[in-house]
């Protein structure tokens, strides 16, 4: 729509009021059931952010402001929508998705991490994403098993 149109001061206030959506992932939307209350808690932060913007008067700065919880809001929207919920895992002799993994590096450093969806996937405290490419090599592997990952050997040393 052209500026023209709208009630916006410039070109720089409409490309900041109308955000691009956030990328969705071609993958399937696997998440736990951790994972979707988590995706329900952030899009619930998204509708209270943008709500709060109705209290502002001035009509480009309330757009402003609207713009990133608004783009948040259909993100959210849609990864609940397409989530697929799978439960936890209820054997520990394979790697699945929702297992945690220890393995042992070439250089000997242990590692842990669970494999987990997408959106909940944060290394740094410990998960990963079922579609990188450690998760996908240890998928449906068992104790004792070496995978090779880049220029790594990772040998499974522990399945929960």
Do not use: C, W
């Amino acid at each position: 729509m052209s500026v023209a149109f709208t009630k916006e001061e410039s070109v720089e206030t409409a490309s900041e009021t109308l955000l691009p959506d956030r990328p969705i992932s071609a993958h399937r939307n696997l998440v736990t059931e951790a994972g979707l209350k988590a995706l329900e808690l952030q899009l619930q932060h998204a509708r209270e952010a943008y709500d709060a913007t109705s209290t502002i008067e001035d009509v480009n700065e309330r757009r402003r402001q609207a713009a990133s919880p608004l783009r948040d809001l259909r993100y959210f929207a849609e990864r609940i929508r397409t989530a697929e919920v799978v439960p936890n895992p209820t054997a520990i002799d394979i790697v699945a998705f929702g297992s945690t993994v220890v393995f042992r590096r070439d250089d000997g450093r242990v590692q842990k991490y669970r494999i987990v969806g997408e959106d909940e996937a944060d290394p740094k405290a410990g998960s990963i994403s079922y579609v990188s490419p450690v998760a996908r090599m240890l998928m449906s592997k068992a104790i004792g098993d070496v995978v090779r990952v880049g220029d790594q050997e990772l040998e499974i040393i522990a399945i929960s």
